[in-house]
């Protein structure tokens, strides 16, 4: 068998409160595990996961049984950041699923360079700082480079090109890595970033998660079949924004939005129309029970003349930081505004 199945970041346990219902958040749970089964299907040969089985390191039973699910559908589940935790001598999700047979690769301790290998895989789970982190990467090429007459292949849960500053909660593979790293591995595959990316000519891949968490990340979601001898890579897509996406202008018919999971109201009113478009929003909630998130993306518009009779048209005051932040939430990018807010607020 050289054909592998590669997926990353199902997100189980996900809690959203933006934008949803307490009856919609429980359906994006239920379909992160929906598609994270899709994802896992032995149908589609042996499974790899890059990372984040779940949104948190500790979960309900409920949660922790999708976990095992879907763990020993795996050849290998690599921990990434989500999953792990800084408290000494806590049993994380993750951890519980290892101990209990699954074949997670995890670190035995996250400040120590760490890496494993099976068949033409290196996978470099999270680690607790970048310094450990790149350590292991040099640690993984190293071990890869006798292997020079076969395929090989390096799976990493880390942010990409990243422009902020990283803490110990996230990683980054900077393009001159990648390139360096690029010289020992025919192809890497990341999990963490939500969105999937081919570059390097496809030789690096951002695999993306298998199903949206929030607004952040809508985009086509997919599997990725490796046939390892040829080294083919065929995506195949098991999430479709062009079904499950609408954006819808305020005040036009609702449509049958039956299989639609998120929307987008848009346009611009009045101000004294801000009720008329909460009951729109209601109506579109009330038009299917697939909805997984509504948001309501209307400007309003305060419609005011000055003394002298000119037209201001100054939008309404809103807690535009407080929206920002709503719409990040679950993203990659939240953690990275709150910490530049708070820059900002100690300058």
């Given amino acids: 068998m050289t054909t592998y199945n590669l997926f990353s970041d199902p997100h189980l346990g996900t809690k959203r409160a933006a ?25 589609h040969g042996p499974s790899v996961c890059g990372g984040d089985l779940f949104d948190r390191a500790y979960n309900d039973e409920v949660t922790l049984v999708q976990g095992y699910n879907i763990a020993h559908r795996c050849r290998q589940v690599l921990s990434g950041n989500h999953d792990e935790t800084n408290r000494q001598g806590a049993t994380t999700s993750l951890h519980a699923l290892k101990e209990m047979g699954a074949p997670v690769v995890s670190c035995p301790d996250l400040s120590t360079p760490y890496f494993d290998h099976f068949k033409e895989f290196w996978m470099v789970p999270h680690h607790a700082s970048q310094e450990v982190f790149e350590e292991a990467l040099e640690e993984a090429a190293c071990d890869s480079d006798p292997w020079r007459t076969a395929n090989r292949y390096l799976i990493l849960h880390c942010n990409y090109d990243c422009p902020f500053d990283t803490e110990d909660s996230t990683l980054n593979l900077s393009p001159e890595m990648a390139t360096h790293l690029l010289k020992s591995f025919t192809r890497i595959f990341i999990g963490h970033e939500h969105n999937s990316k081919l570059l390097f000519d496809g030789r690096l891949v951002i695999m993306g998660n298998t199903h949206p968490t929030s607004f952040s990340d809508i985009s086509d979601k997919f599997r990725w079949e490796l046939d390892t001898q040829t080294d083919e890579l065929t995506p195949i897509r098991i999430w479709k924004e062009a079904d499950c996406y ?51 993306n209307v400007q309003i518009i305060d419609h005011l003349a000055d003394a002298d009779g000119i037209d201001t048209s100054s939008p309404a005051l809103v807690n535009l930081g407080q929206r920002i932040n709503d719409d990040l939430e679950g993203s990659d990018l939240q953690p990275y505004y709150q910490q530049l807010i708070k820059r900002v607020e100690a300058m």
């Fill in 19 to 43: 934008h949803t219902t307490a009856e919609s958040a429980q359906r994006l749970k239920n379909m992160l595990y929906t598609n994270a089964l899709v994802a896992s299907d032995p149908a």
């Fill in 246 to 296: 609408r954006e819808l202008n305020f005040g036009e018919a609702v449509p049958d939005l039956t299989g639609v999971q998120f929307v987008d109201v848009i346009g611009a009113e009045a101000v004294d129309n801000g009720v008329e478009v909460a009951e729109y929003v209601r109506s579109v909630w009330n038009t299917s029970d697939t909805l997984i998130a509504v948001r309501n």
